[in-house]
């Protein structure tokens, strides 16, 4: 291939790249303070479930419970993330947190525990097992989500 032909199309896939990044930015535009750091952080916990999804295919078990603890630690501390009245946009977080958080604590502390299940058997090496607690993970996800988040 001619070298210039080359650079261009290098340039093109930066200019991609950066697209994909620049857009996921804005979504979150006119989020701030408590708001916007748990979508960042909820975000954040997307990609590492993904990214442990993908080392558990790979069989890289420390991988995934590195990723495992991260995500346990997070959900000891989602519900700090939601302080009365922090209801501005653009969230999506639902009134009902704040009439039943104990619920919503309850959901947290389930995510962790099952975060927790995908650590201990990626340090015992045991695919089954790994994959059972994401998927329990997953489930606790969605759970809270079809509850707590508006959407
Ligand atoms: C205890 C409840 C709860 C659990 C558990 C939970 N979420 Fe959420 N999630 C929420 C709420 C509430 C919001 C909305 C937050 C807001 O907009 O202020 C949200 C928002 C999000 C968002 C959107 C963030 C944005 O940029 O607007 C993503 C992505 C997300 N969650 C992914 C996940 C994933 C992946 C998991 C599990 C690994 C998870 N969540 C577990 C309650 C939860």
Redesign the pocket.
């Known amino acids: 291939m001619v070298p210039i032909i080359k650079n261009r199309l290098v340039v093109l896939g930066v200019i991609a790249v950066l697209a994909s990044v620049i857009s996921a930015a804005i979504?979150?535009e006119g989020a701030s303070g408590i708001?916007k750091m748990?979508?960042?952080k909820?975000?954040q916990?997307?990609q590492q479930?993904k990214s442990l999804i993908a080392h558990t295919k790979a069989e890289k078990y420390d991988e995934v419970a590195r990723l495992a603890g991260y995500?346990a630690e997070w959900?000891a501390q989602?519900?700090a993330h939601?302080p009365k009245g922090?209801t501005q946009k653009?969230?999506?977080?639902?009134p009902e947190?704040w009439l039943d958080f104990e619920n919503?604590?309850a959901?947290?502390e389930?995510?962790r525990l099952a975060?927790i299940r995908i650590e201990e058997a990626a340090r015992l090496n045991d695919k089954g097992a790994v994959s059972q607690a994401i998927q329990d993970?997953?489930a606790?996800?969605k759970?809270?989500?079809a509850m707590?988040?508006?959407k």
Do not use: N, Y
């Not at 653009?90 to 639902?94: F, L, M, V, W």
């Open positions: 979504a979150h708001v748990r979508m960042d909820f975000k916990s997307q479930l995500l959900g989602i519900p939601f922090s653009p969230t999506e977080a639902r947190i919503f604590t959901k947290a389930a995510f975060a993970t997953a606790s996800c759970s809270c989500h707590f988040r508006a």
